[in-house]
């Protein structure tokens, strides 16, 4: 296995130069273009556990997310992976499958391995003994008065939804919902601001609120609308999230209603199968990319120290994308 003497010498530098331009410090240019095809030449590997003995920081991030099944999990997933590369970091990504206890898991490992920091969307009461000596940047719930929170402006995307359906003639409408742990976040946030716009309105909106995760949720969803009587008059739909929204067309879709003529439905995220994927349900986009870069400029905020602490909450706005299911 090659060495650092053996790049050294190949490049016709010194180890020191060569330790400098692997550690980040600044070295000549005409050396750095001699020591990089030293290394593509010989396959080194430089030793990443020493690096960050001598410079005291890891160059890994953990990254939580409570699934990883959906578009938009797997567009965040993505998108943080890049923002973290640019910065010059590597990420591991773990699956909490809703799980506090696979969450504190995480949280422990990553503390053990003094990893640089954590993000984390969780929707988990985690003690404050869990968030200790490690900077946390969270998603969407705000875990903690010290650690910062970004979300999308879910509250506003409920509204723009509301609007939307309402502006197009629809005055039956039907909200689809979760239960979550912390109802003030996402779900919760997206669900006040439609029903406050339709009151708004002067309109009442029909609830349907799962009180389950979604290994249970589709089957109560799908017995809810094809034997409530009260959807038979439903002509627009919110749901808070896309992949309900989907569900809810393919169901309705069989039973004989014709979206968008008979129906319109607005979902949540806006995040595609595939780049190339067409708009097809209506929805209220969240900026995923911008979160992901925004999550670690926090986090490199709090490691570095520099100005003044990081806001606790930052708050992205949201637009809406038309597509098929909404006129």
Known sequence: MPT???????AGVSRGTVSNYINGVKIKEESQVKIQNAINQLNYIPNTNARQLKTSRSDIVVFILPTTRT??????????QQALQRAEYKMIL???????????????????????GIITMSYSDLSQQHLENLPIVSIENKISKRIPCVSSDNYQGGV?????????GAKNLLLITRTTTHTEASYGQRSRGFIDCCRKHGLECKVFWGE???ETFYPALATYLKESGEVETVDGIFAVADQYADFAM?????????????????????SKMYPEQEEFISTIRQPVALMAETCVSILEELLNKEGPAPAEE?????????????I
């Open 4 to 10: 650092m003497n053996d790049v050294a010498k190949l």
């Open 250 to 270: 393919e169901l309705l879709t069989k039973a004989g209603r014709r979206v968008p003529k008979d129906l319109q439905i607005i979902g949540f995220d806006g």
């Open 314 to 326: 930052i708050v992205l706005p949201v637009k809406f994308i038309p597509g098929g299911t909404s």
């Open 212 to 214: 389950h995760h979604e």
């Open 94 to 116: 773990c699956n909490s499958n809703n799980d506090i206890q696979q969450e504190i898991e995480y949280i422990h490992m990553g503390q053990m391995q003094k990893v640089a």
């Open 71 to 80: 578009p938009f999990f797997g567009e965040l997933t993505y998108e943080m």
């Open 160 to 168: 723009l939804a509301a609007e939307k359906l309402i502006s197009s």
